[in-house]
């Protein structure tokens, strides 16, 4: 018998389920990752690669990365390889507002994907789903909406910088661009397919087959034509999330290339277990199961004495003799997570392995480090008024950041557009009209290689180019005409000065 991790259905299997909707650990009580990437097929995390992040971010790799919490990927390595050649990428991450607040399994990405956005200095969408939760649960859409915006203000409280991070709702924000691109994959995905990846059933309503194009969609930077331009490649996406997610991107990588676009890389993340243990499940229906964000201090404290599972030994005895086993215990994993101190973390982990710590002491260190991260996180989401979360959905800014992200690219590929166009002031033209209008003049197609925003031009890129100045270099012939058209325009002006002045002399002796 298994229950979810995650707080969504319930369901009995001795498999473990993975799945965007549904958690179970397998019939051990635990879940086992290194399966999920085998049967996923995607990649472990390796020191080399955590080395070469801190040594291009010039940034100690944040705990998460440290403790193989973050533990899998997809292509992580190239969005490295390609950064460390000076070349950008965008981060997407996302939520489905289901309840009121979000529990501390939640904050996981979103702590990590704050770190990421900082070390990289890169920018970052966030999608609410609230039409996947009107889809799943027994919730009407205008619930899902608000909840969506009481959602973003906790994820706000992250610490997102507003000035490079938008947040949409689908149900408010899809537009023209983003429903080109879903209809474009969903057409590349056979509902055998969607049945393979996700499990739906003939009982699966026609909404839930036809959503998941909708979460594959802001993978690609044309979604966001406001901050990255119309072309499909401008840049690559990195996506963190927990391993639940996988199936999506798993979809949208499959279909990228016949979309014109580059396959979304991805970093994921092992689950934070639920309170009662890692088969138990975080639900928004059993207030015991999980610590959320709304907690009081008396809450948090509660909780952990009387709910959290310990692997420690049942007496003081037994522990002191046996010490605790650290596979199954709900404070130890939880101090992983949010314990930042990396030589704290071991002493306890020595001394509560060892039987030399009790439960009871754990348990009250993880109050003290929980209690004033929930404490802060409750200030921070005091600040985040009606109008700071206005900026963070607001879908028409260009913000100054994007400019100064993309200047090397800017004044490298603008340089003499800019000056042709008569000068200006770069920091205030509009950077997408910029882009769209380049693309234009150099008859590029959303399908072209070798865009990406600061990626170094390959050769063939080089002479590409070339080939298509030459063609649409003017010909002699509309050369000639041109000259001709600006002489017939000059006489034509003359005359109607001329005219306009002897009204004028005509006009003057009359008076
Ligand atoms: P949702 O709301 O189920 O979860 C939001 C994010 O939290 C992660 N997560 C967890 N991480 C660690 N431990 C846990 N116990 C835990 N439970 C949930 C999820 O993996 C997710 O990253 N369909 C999505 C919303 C979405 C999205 C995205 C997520 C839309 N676009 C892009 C990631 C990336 C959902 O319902 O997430």
Not at 265 to 284: D, H, I, N, W
Request: with cysteine.
């Amino acid at each position: 018998m298994t229950t979810t991790t995650k707080g969504e259905e319930e369901e009995e299997s001795s498999e473990q389920v993975v799945t965007p909707w549904d958690v179970s650990a397998g019939a051990d009580g635990k879940i086992d990752y290194a399966k999920l990437v085998r049967e996923f097929g995607c990649s472990e995390i390796d020191e080399n690669l955590i080395e070469r992040i801190e040594r291009c971010t010039k940034t100690k790799a944040h705990p998460f990365l440290r403790r193989g919490l973050f533990f899998a990927h997809r292509e992580l390595d190239e969005i490295v390889s390609a950064y460390e050649k000076g070349e950008k990428f965008y981060l997407y991450t996302g939520r489905g507002p289901s309840s009121e607040s979000l529990h501390l399994g939640h904050l996981v990405p979103f702590q990590f994907t704050k770190w990421l956005q900082d070390a990289f200095k890169v920018p970052l969408v966030i999608q609410l789903t609230d039409d996947e939760k009107f889809l799943w649960k027994d919730l009407q859409l205008e619930d899902c909406r608000r909840l969506a915006r009481e959602n973003a203000k906790d994820i706000a409280a992250c610490g997102f910088n507003p000035e490079t991070t938008f947040i949409f709702a689908d149900a408010s924000y899809m537009c023209s661009s983003f429903y080109v691109n879903m209809v474009k994959i969903a057409k590349c995905v056979t509902f055998n397919q969607a049945k393979g990846i996700f499990g739906f059933t003939g009982d699966s309503n026609i909404g839930q087959i036809g959503f998941p194009p909708v979460q594959a969609a802001p993978s690609f930077p044309d979604c966001f034509p406001h901050m990255f331009g119309m072309n499909k490649k401008s840049l690559k996406c990195l996506i963190p999330c927990a391993i639940d997610q996988d199936p999506y991107f798993r979809m949208t990588r499959d279909v990228s290339h016949r979309i014109g676009g580059y396959k979304p890389a991805l970093v994921e993340s092992r689950f934070f277990p639920a309170l009662k243990g890692e088969s138990g499940k975080m639900s928004a229906s059993d207030p015991t199961s999980a610590i959320y964000v709304t907690d009081t201090a008396k809450e948090i404290k509660n909780k952990i004495n009387k709910h959290a599972f310990s692997g420690g030994g049942a007496t003081i005895e037994e522990q002191r003799e046996n010490g605790a086993n650290l596979e199954v215990d709900v404070p130890w994993k939880w101090l992983n997570f949010f314990l930042e101190d990396d030589e704290k973390l071991k002493e306890i982990g020595e001394k509560y392995g060892s039987g030399e710590m009790l439960t009871g002491e754990i348990k009250q260190i993880l109050v003290d480090v929980l209690t004033p991260m929930v404490e802060e996180h409750q200030k921070r989401r005091a600040l985040v008024t009606d109008e700071v979360l206005d900026v963070y959905f607001n879908p028409t800014k260009t913000p100054k950041v994007f400019l100064d992200l993309f200047r090397e690219y800017e004044e490298m590929e603008f340089g003499k557009w800019e000056k042709k166009k008569g000068g200006g002031d770069s920091e205030n033209d509009d950077l997408c009209a910029a882009l769209e209008e380049k693309m234009k003049l150099e008859g590029a197609t959303e399908n072209e290689e070798g865009c990406a925003i600061g990626a170094p031009k390959s050769e063939d890129w080089l002479r590409i180019r070339k080939e298509r100045m030459q063609r649409d270099a003017p010909t002699e012939g509309s050369k000639s005409a041109l000259k001709k058209a600006a002489k017939i325009k000059a006489a034509a002006e003359k005359k109607a000065a001329e005219k306009a002045a002897k009204a004028a002399a005509r006009g003057e002796a009359a008076t």
